[in-house]
């Protein structure tokens, strides 16, 4: 789709300078510009390419005046980066701007849906489904019995939807992404095989809320596995049956959490972090990336290390355990002063 540098002037309250009929359909570093291409200049480090830049269409602060000559049209706003970030979600907004069904699709009895709903070719929705407003289902993606979604939610290509999950407003589940798998039940029998537990719980995901790719969110045994407003879930992720995780926690890629472990709010949590089963950490914790935790953490703590302890004593204990040889090399000496 083509924008002409009105348009964007007027999306973004800017003044335009130069052609106002100039169209561009693509983004572009300011270094690599192109003809049909749109940049910003915010950062003075990279002034000097604007003279240079090949970029149709570049958003720049009111306060620059250009040096020499220039051939891009300029947008002038109150602060480039803000509104090219801006520009950036009208975008995506206008990109995901779908809606109607698309064959071949299953939708089963009972389902229930809201306005301007999007289903892609190839997607399934179980019986008695309810779907509010706004809804994005990208191709490819299973919706099981009995699941509710909430407005303006997307689920792209792939995302599969276990029965029972109940899913809030303006949630994000990208592709790969499964919610409600059944959790990690089994249990020994006298022949030393295992049986399994049923897992007959559910999963909530409440507003806001964003799923990384391939992340799996098992369903509780009993009860709910719970994601809180707000929740930010990377690729690549575990989260076992029957946790809770807190509102505005962040989750780097390749972290695993145990079963039933509770998760406090506005916690950030390091990429490739362990977290044992039945302990509870507190509300602002810090985990480093690569950390083992296993046991619980109380409110405010910055953690690091396998397993992990308190951030400060790990960074001094790693300035020794880096010495070590040296230290032993002292130790030796001192023994020998003393035979």
Same mark, same amino acid.
């Given at each position: 789709m083509k924008f002409t540098a009105a348009q964007i002037a007027g999306i973004l309250e800017g003044d335009v300078v130069g052609n106002p009929g100039a169209e561009v359909y693509k983004l572009a570093k300011i270094e690599e510009g192109t003809d049909g291409s749109l940049t910003f200049l915010a950062n003075p480090k990279y002034q000097s390419y604007i003279y240079s830049t090949k970029a149709t269409i570049t958003i720049v602060n009111r306060t620059f005046e250009p !040096?020499? !000559?220039?051939?891009t049209t300029l947008i002038k706003v109150d602060d480039a980066y803000k509104a090219f970030s801006k520009l950036l979600e009208y975008y995506n907004q206008v990109k995901l701007m779908k809606s109607g069904i698309e064959q071949p699709s299953v939708i089963s009895e009972n389902v229930t849906?809201?306005?301007?709903?999007?289903?892609?070719?190839?997607?399934?929705l179980g019986k008695n489904v309810?779907?509010?407003?706004? /809804?994005k289902i990208y191709p490819n993606t299973f919706v099981g019995d009995n699941v509710t979604i909430g407005d303006n939610c997307i689920l792209f290509a792939g995302v599969r939807v276990y029965s029972e999950t109940e899913i809030g407003n303006n949630c994000t589940f990208h592709s790969g992404a499964i919610i409600g798998s059944d959790g990690f039940g089994f249990a020994p029998n006298e022949n030393g095989e295992y049986n399994k537990v049923p897992q007959i719980g559910n999963v909530i995901i409440e507003d806001n809320v964003d799923i990384g790719a391939c992340t799996t969110i098992d369903r509780a045994t009993l009860g709910s596995t719970i994601i809180k407003r707000g929740v930010k879930l990377d690729n690549q992720i575990q989260i076992a049956h029957n946790v809770v995780i807190g509102e505005n926690t962040v989750i780097a890629?390749?972290?695993?959490?145990?079963?039933?472990?509770?998760?406090?709010?506005?916690?950030?949590?390091g990429g490739q972090v362990g977290i044992v089963g039945h302990i509870t950490i507190g509300n602002n914790v810090r985990i480093q990336a690569q950390?083992? /935790?296993?046991?619980?953490?109380?409110?405010? !703590?910055?953690?690091?290390?396998?397993?992990?302890?308190?951030?400060?004593?790990?960074?001094?204990s790693y300035v020794h355990f880096r010495n070590l040889p040296k230290i032993v090399s002292d130790i030796e000496d001192l023994k020998k002063g003393n035979e």
């Open positions: !040096e020499s !000559e220039i051939t849906y809201g306005t301007d709903l999007y289903l892609g070719s190839f997607c399934y309810k779907i509010g407003n706004n /809804v890629s390749q972290t695993g959490v145990a079963g039933s472990t509770k998760i406090g709010k506005n916690c950030i949590i950390s083992g /935790v296993g046991k619980s953490i109380p409110d405010g !703590e910055a953690v690091q290390g396998s397993p992990a302890l308190g951030y400060s004593d790990f960074n001094k």
